[in-house]
């Protein structure tokens, strides 16, 4: 944390870092594309071929941020390093920002971020397996009540003789082979090996290039073994995910966001062997830097956010630096 602070304790140097990882060689003009331009005097650059004026941050996710980037950095440091993330009540207290929104919007940012557009699908041997998240609330029949449970379909690669790989998780609609199917197709290579239950909507796959190798939970039981333990690996990842969402969140997660926690999930889970928490903060802002700004109207689905944590934290103030004027929008010189 000391060698963070000293690194990133300016705007300035913030803004000298997202450079770096967003133009290595160089300015490259996200208008026409033209190579090379002129840093102007308040940090902006002007490119050589079209005149636009333009930020680093601009069409980013901190484009027309009002929050500074040291705040933003930390922000993100803290998302990065800490093993099991930070729930927004918590990053809230750690930047002494007065609003409970802003942390959480902060946070859905830098989730939103996590999954690349045309990531490696999973290869090998993959195990495949669906689970009910989120909605338990005591009281209710069951803890089933309709609409309330999501089923999530999950996928990781498990190596031989032991050990697991990356994994994927996603919201499927149903159980259906019409929900299956895709899910298999968009998470892992063809060519791959997919264990499996003996569900029928898994029925199939072979057709789509994969080898389906179907565990039976009778088959199981009849050889003696222990019918939990038919996929572990999934069964592994279900129960991290639930303990997790438990955890960090206090199992505060609606249903409108729920894959945007199970990415997050994902995204900690795969780098669970990571051995510097430095290069998981570098990889978060590098995905944050190259990826379109979020619109707040964007995160706020449905249901609302709350506007104030779950319990009230009055007398938090605004570091002054937040009061700063709105962050540069691109201009073109006449
Ligand atoms: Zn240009």
């Known amino acids: 944390m000391g060698e963070f602070q000293s690194w990133f304790s300016t705007d300035a140097d913030c803004l000298d870092y997202l450079e770096w990882l967003r133009w290595p ?25 079209c005149r636009l004026c333009t930020s680093v941050t601009a069409g980013t996710i901190f484009d027309r941020t009002r929050t500074p980037l040291t705040v933003w950095f930390t922000a993100c ?59 338990e609330e005591p009281g209710l029949r069951g803890g089933r009540a ?21 994994c994927r998780m ?21 060519g791959a090996t997919v264990i499996t239950d003996a569900w029928q909507g898994y029925s199939g796959i072979n057709e789509l290039g994969y080898t389906r190798d179907r565990r039976s939970q009778r088959a199981t039981r ?9 996929l572990p690996g999934v069964h592994r990842v279900a129960s991290l995910a639930k303990r997790w969402l438990l955890g960090t969140h206090q199992g505060s ?20 062997t990571a051995r510097s928490r430095g290069l998981v903060f570098h990889r978060v802002l590098e995905l944050a830097v190259g990826h379109e700004p979020v619109r707040y109207h964007d995160l706020i689905l449905n249901p609302q956010p709350k506007t104030h944590p779950p319990h009230g934290r009055p007398g938090w103030g605004h570091p002054p630096t937040l009061d700063r004027a709105p962050a540069y929008r691109p201009w073109r010189v006449a």
């Open 253 to 272: 997660v609606d249903e409108a966001h729920l894959q945007a926690y199970l990415d997050e999930f994902v995204f900690r889970f795969n780098r669970r």
């Open 222 to 230: 009849l050889r003696g073994d222990d019918a939990f333990g038919l």
């Open 25 to 49: 060689e160089g300015f490259v003009c996200p208008d026409c594309g033209g190579l090379g331009g002129w840093r102007l005097g308040d940090g902006r650059f002007r490119c050589a071929s």
């Open 77 to 135: 440091w803290l998302f990065a390093t800490q093993k099991d993330g930070i729930s927004a009540q918590s990053l809230q207290r750690a930047l002494e920002i007065s609003s409970y929104q802003t942390a959480w919007a902060m946070l859905h940012r830098l989730r939103s971020v996590l999954v690349r557009p045309g990531r490696e699908r999973l290869t090998g041997t993959v195990e495949v397996d669906e689970t009910f998240i989120g909605g």
């Open 170 to 190: 996603a919201i499927l609609a149903d159980a259906s082979s019409a929900s299956l199917h895709p899910f298999v197709a968009a998470h892992v290579e063809p």
């Open 146 to 166: 309709k609409g309330k449970k999501s089923l999530v379909g999950m996928a990781i690669e498990v190596h031989e003789p032991k050990g697991l790989g990356r």
